[in-house]
């Protein structure tokens, strides 16, 4: 609603800003592609890589592992050059003719907003890191409250409904019905009062 | 055999499961950027309680859900679900700006139920047959196949072949995890069992496709459609005469293309929009809302995704990556789709096909005239949802093996899924070959076991022979064809 | 606009949730210490190591039903299917041993997970407290129904005149398929080659009824299937005694060689689990398995019903451990 009207104001700038993030999250990917075939390769050096019988457990790896560093390296460089040969002249037809050759079509990488990402990310692992010494009702309670309140704005009495069916009525149904154990508390306080 | 299967697919229950798919399919199908593939990936956990028939008929109707929920976006607020239905915005969203948007609805929906059951008929004409002749598939053979397989992938999917080769790469790595099939050897497992087995197949794809797809839209406000009314669904005798022919099309196109592995349903609506350019006989009015731009692509995904179960069941190679989630799932109730499933499974494999029916038709009943009903889902405010599909994939991950480590490999493969999207990889190739990598590396080590260590086993059979030849000439046409592209100016996209 | 729906759908959503929780109350509760004699207070989890639907799955579950009845507490199956059961095995030897937490163990995984250091398991024979066995189920040897093999005898004297000419599939280095063939080298001279298919054993049957491996080794349970289609011809059963899934065949004990492997399907509890508790459950399961109803039951998912109580359960335990680590040079050797 008042996002669609921030969007539209700020639209060009909004894209130069998004174009940049954009170019900054190929570079990483790329070395990081690099990294993960160097690290194949130096994992892989205690498996045997040929036996009698042709290829060994090393074998792969260490290949797929040489592709990967190859394959990172060459895509860093086209995204390097990319970067040099474009100016600082933002957000005009030039700009947008080269990122789309390199990288994506504006209309194919959908928007995002990067403390939204952050948070859901984080939750997520809380949530993740939580289950099993809170037990899944309490963790998934507070997990889908904070959802709702915080990132979603909405009322607290929706907020604590929807939390206590997604946490309590999931965990019963799951349970009780469809015999899909779920974590239980570790502490014992909690698990002796049914979390 | 099918009638037997009739019978199993139409009790009450298996109905049920059915229709419980078909229904959250669409829902989900509606949801900004996600299609079939990501709705199957976030809806997979609520089938691990159900027996194996259960889980993969809601498996199906979810999929034939999220390719219509995701057709409804596209006609009525111009985003498509999944690439599968990005043709159908053009001409659809102009027909709702026209007014006409209940007509498209019905004609996809139409020509989706034509084209998915022709591809599922010659599913059960030639299933049998096939599965025979894929007994002759030895590993010798499989081991070739999967190489055409993966030639392709690196040639069409995608906009680079480098992007295209590194997504693939990445995805026959993380199959590397686990005890080798050479050896028994752990391999790259930190020495934790819960890895010995590799990385399980739910978490990651849940990940890549669903929340991976919730992040990269994280940004998005919520899009505020119209309901057509009824009268409005109804197409014109116009309407029909115009959009018959197109969907005849589109169902042969769909069905040809979805035969071959590695080709994802979107290159089958392209091709069926392009063929609508040149062929038919209101070919100017396409994309001013021209009701042959929607009737030709939705009928040819449709038959792409049916006949994409052929090689599926007979060979045991997924084709896509929608039928690549299916193959986890069926991974995952411990059958492994391939010849052997007539023989060993028959009631279970005629009940799913008997099913793909039923699916089809459900959705044409179904989803058609409820479209304004599912308009008003969008009108659900896109937190609840949300909070609530992250409840959902959170159970998912963990119930596949009760393990917590499942929830931070999906929280992981999400963020992959994200970075992705973002700088342009793409994920189908990744997909494909964390399901084949293991099937690639015991095929070969099956076949070097048979022939006692000698190469020649893959040149001396005939037909592992001719399946090298024709991936190596795949592999060249697409390497020579980017690179006379790039040396005519061109992107080197290879956007079929 | 929005909310009325949405409303409703959540005043219906809290309905619910708290009858639901409301039924869940009852059987929350109990806690504290206790003495054996009490046992069981509350419910048993029960672990197995493989995915639901599985044959050992399938096993445990009717075992879970009836124990259920009989010890009138839960017993729910939580299934850890990862890394042929270790990660079930490690998580039971790290339970505290006061009865509530069993597993599905199942040979040779329980024993080969231990003998192979690669896998680098945290326990032993040492940190379980055998319950019962349940099942067992021999492996059968198989071959084209043209072939020429009829006994286990024209197998054995094929393959001693032929060292390594046959291939027989296996599910993986390491199966019991694999150590079958270690076994009938070792005790009757006669050498085949293995094929793993450790994607499976799907791909090995489809890759014996292709006719690309001469010999499909399997349980008797899988055999049936493909029995019925008429694509196998089974030539012998690796046991002691004839399967009764298939009285006609000859067993390779028959045929005068010493070979016998299965894969075996019990339950144990961790080690110092107190003595009352694991008779008391040893028991129950004895009780169900005499039951010609059970019976019945397990014939027909295909599981032929072998009960061995606590202590004979421990003492097949150790004997096949004997028996597999005295194999397992030959399997490692054979893969270099």
Partial sequence: ?195 | MLLDGFGAALSPQNLAFALIGCLLGTILGLLPGIGSTAGMAILIPLTLALDPAGAIIMLAAIFYGGAYGGTITSVLLNIPGEGESAITCIDGYQMTLKGRAGVALTTAGIGSFIGGTVATLALVIAAEPLSRLGLKIGPPEFFSLVLIGLALLVGLVGRSVLLGIISATLGLLIAMVGIDPVMGMPRFTFGDPHFFDGISYVPVLVGLFGLGELLATSGQAAPRPTAPTLRELIPSRMDARRSAPSIARGTVIGGLVGLIPGVSSAISSLLAYSTEKKVARHRDELGTGAIEGVAAPETANNSHSNAAFIPLFTLGIPASPAIAVLMGAFLQNGITPGPTLFTEEPELIWTVIASLFVGNLLLLLLNVPLVSLWTRILAIPYSVLRAVIFAFIVIGSYAVSNSVIDIYIMVAFGVIGFVFRQVGLPLAPLVLTLILGPFLESALRQSLQLSRGSFSIFVDRPLSLAFLVVAAVILLASVFSASLKRRAGLPTDAEV | MKSTPLRIAAVAGAALTLTLAGCAQTDGGASGSESAADYPSKGIELLVGYDAGGPTDTGSRLIAEELEKKLDTSVTVTNKPSANSQVAYTELAQAEPDGYTMSAITFPSAIVTVLDESRGADYDRDSFAPVALQVVDPTAVAVAPDSEFDTPEDLVKYAQENPGELQATTTGVGSNEHFALAQLKEAADADIAPVHFADGSTKATTAFLGGNVDILLANVSDMQPLIDAGDVKVIGVMDAERSPFLPDVETFTEAGHDVEISSSRGFAFPADTPEEVVEEVSDAIGEIMEDPAFEEKMTQVGLAPSYKDAEEYAAYWDETEAQFSELLPLVQEEQQ
């Fill in chain 1, 1 to 195: 609603m008042n996002a669609e009207a921030d969007t539209l104001v700020g639209d060009s700038q909004a894209a130069v800003e998004r174009e940049r993030r954009r170019r900054w999250l190929s570079i990483a990917s790329a070395v990081v592609v690099t990294l993960v075939g160097a690290a194949a390769v130096i994992g892989s050096r205690t498996y045997p890589y040929w036996t009698p019988l042709g290829p060994g457990p090393g074998f792969f790896p260490r290949w797929l592992g040489g592709i990967l560093v190859v394959c990172g390296l060459l895509w860093l460089v086209q995204v390097l050059r990319a970067t040099r040969t474009t100016p600082a002249r933002h957000a005009d037809g030039t700009q947008e003719a080269v990122a789309q050759a390199i990288l994506v079509p504006e209309d194919e990488a959908p928007e995002y907003s990067l403390p939204t990402v952050l948070a859901i990310v984080v939750s997520l692992c809380v949530l993740a890191a939580t289950l099993e010494v809170l037990g899944y009702q309490i963790a998934m309670f507070l997990f889908v409250l904070f959802h709702l309140l915080v990132l979603g704005r909405r009322r607290l009495l929706l907020s604590l409904v929807l939390a206590l069916v997604c946490s309590v009525g999931v965990f019963v149904v799951f349970t009780r019905f469809l015999t899909v154990p779920l974590p239980a508390s570790s502490i014992p306080f909690l698990r002796d009062m049914g979390f």
